[in-house]
Nanobody
C-alpha cells in the first residue's frame, strides 16, 4: 500500500532552518505531483508548497515565498521542503501529499495520499 513518510521536523529558534523530507513507498512517484501542507492548532490546513511531477512547476504560498524551497528527487522517490528564516507563525504539523499529475500546482484539492505529519515548532 502507498505510504508517505515525513521526517525532519523538530524545534528550532526563530531565524533558523529545517529540511523536511517525504519518502514515498509503493507509488509510481514520477507520475505524481507532490505538495507540502501545514496545519496549526485552531487553523485550517493550508497548502504551503507544491511541485509538479517534472519538478519544473512549483507553487508557494505567499507567507513562505522567498524562505521555503520545494524540490524532488524522482530517483529516490523523495520530496523535500527546505525552510529558512523560520518564524514562530510557521509552527504547525507539516504533511506531505501526493496527487496524480494533471492539475495546476496551485490547486489545493484532489490529493490522493497523505503522510502522517511531522511537527515543526519555531520558538521566539
Amino acid at each position: 500500500q502507498v505510504q508517505l513518510v515525513e521526517s525532519g521536523g523538530g524545534l528550532v529558534q526563530a531565524g533558523g532552518s529545517l529540511r523536511l523530507s517525504c519518502a514515498a513507498q509503493e507509488l509510481t512517484f514520477s507520475n505524481y505531483d507532490m505538495g507540502w501542507f501545514r496545519q496549526a492548532p485552531g487553523k485550517e490546513r493550508e497548502l504551503v508548497a507544491a511541485i509538479n511531477w517534472t519538478g519544473f512547476s512549483k507553487y508557494y504560498a505567499d507567507s513562505v515565498k522567498g524562505r521555503f524551497t520545494i524540490s524532488r528527487d524522482n530517483a529516490k522517490n523523495t520530496v523535500y521542503l527546505e525552510m529558512n528564516s523560520l518564524k514562530p507563525e510557521d509552527t504547525a504539523v507539516y504533511y506531505c501529499a501526493a496527487r496524480r499529475a494533471g492539475l495546476p500546482v496551485s490547486v489545493q484539492r484532489a490529493y490522493d495520499y497523505w503522510g502522517q505529519g511531522t511537527q515543526v515548532t519555531v520558538s521566539s
